[in-house]
């Protein structure tokens, strides 16, 4: 079992068979996860750095727990409060990191391509845990995995991407995740925050959310980025909300039972009431369980151990 890359840069990279073999894997690791020992001893010989650039809670605390979980050693670098502010540049910062014996890095950066410039520069394998606007590609692969875990094959499932599709990276990850398994993609939001000609990766565009909703299986439903917002693309939040922001009344309104998913972290009363995100139609804490198993599976694949998981 291996995979056809080197580094996990983005989900552009991936073929199909990959990203079974990931799921395949994760479902291994799973099994693991809900042992009382929840652990295996596959890279008690490997060190990986989580270097991030950036803030995060899910995707660092999932890293560093999925490297726990195969008994690797694990650092934890953060920007702030490092010698970044003292001017040091990031291929500086990583090869004086990589110098202690690290095997793997995994990255977080504001800036849309770093992961892919690291990778021309330094020789330890990189997963990228999200750059910029760009992509999230374990975040994607996590998404895919919880859908289908509920739905089965993806293969002609309806899945909405619902929101602030223009700033997201985990929008184009999904997208590009989805639309390999096989999936019908439509994106749904205001129309300042969708990208023109998207409909170029092979998905659909509905301004209508009601519509959208309808006609889906699962509403992956994004946050509204106003930190990546340099200037106003909507009137208000409140406005937002009204138009854009799913609640209880519009999904009890259609026709069908959908799945709701949100990749964190929420702004309530936004883009999701709390009678939405805490019901039985949300699988998002789903989401964040498989994402230990799912980013253990892509260390794991990455690491080049062929060794049996036991
Ligand atoms: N989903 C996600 O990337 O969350 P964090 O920014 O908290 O890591």
């Not at 003292?86 to 291929?91: F, N, R, S, V, Y």
């Not at 845990?129 to 999230?136: C, L, Q, S, V, Y």
């Not at 909703?213 to 937002?240: G, M, T």
């Not at 709701?260 to 936004?270: F, S």
Request: neutral net charge; proline residues 3%.
């Amino acid at each position: 079992m291996s995979l056809s890359v080197k580094h996990l840069l983005g989900i552009k990279e991936l073929n199909t068979q990959d990203i079974e073999t990931i799921f395949r894997t994760a479902d291994n690791f799973k099994q693991v996860l809900q042992r009382p020992i929840k652990k295996v001893p596959t890279l008690r010989d490997t060190t990986i750095a989580n270097i991030f650039f950036e803030n995060s809670t899910r995707t660092r605390i999932s890293f560093e727990l999925a490297e726990k979980r195969l008994s690797a050693d694990t650092i934890n670098f953060s920007a702030s409060g490092s010698s970044v502010s003292k001017g040091e540049t990031l291929i500086d910062t990583v090869n004086n990191i990589l110098a202690m014996k690290v095997d793997m890095v995994v990255m977080r950066h504001s800036a849309s391509g770093a992961p892919w410039f690291l990778s021309r520069h330094i020789n330890a394998s990189i997963i990228n845990a999200g750059d910029g606007t760009n992509e999230h590609p374990t975040q994607a692969l996590l998404d895919a995995y919880s859908m289908r875990e509920r739905l089965g094959d993806l293969k002609g499932k309806r899945i909405a991407i619902i929101g602030d599709i223009m700033h997201s990276r985990v929008a184009l990850s999904n997208i590009f995740c989805l639309t390999k398994l096989g999936a019908e993609v439509t994106v749904s939001g205001p129309p300042t925050l969708i990208p023109k000609h998207i409909e170029s990766l092979g998905v659909k565009v509905q301004y209508d959310v009601k519509k959208a909703l309808q006609w889906c299986d699962v509403a992956n439903v994004l946050r509204i980025q106003l930190e990546r917002q340099h200037k106003p693309l909507f009137s208000s939040l409140r406005e937002y909300a009204l138009y854009y922001g799913i609640n209880k009344s519009m999904l009890d309104s259609l026709e069908k039972e959908i799945v709701i998913m949100h990749p964190g972290p929420i702004n309530r009363g936004v883009e999701l009431n709390s009678d939405v995100a805490d019901s039985d139609r949300s699988i998002i804490l789903d989401q964040v369980e498989n994402g230990v198993a799912v980013r253990m599976a892509v260390i794991y694949l990455l690491s080049g151990k062929s060794e049996a998981l036991d």
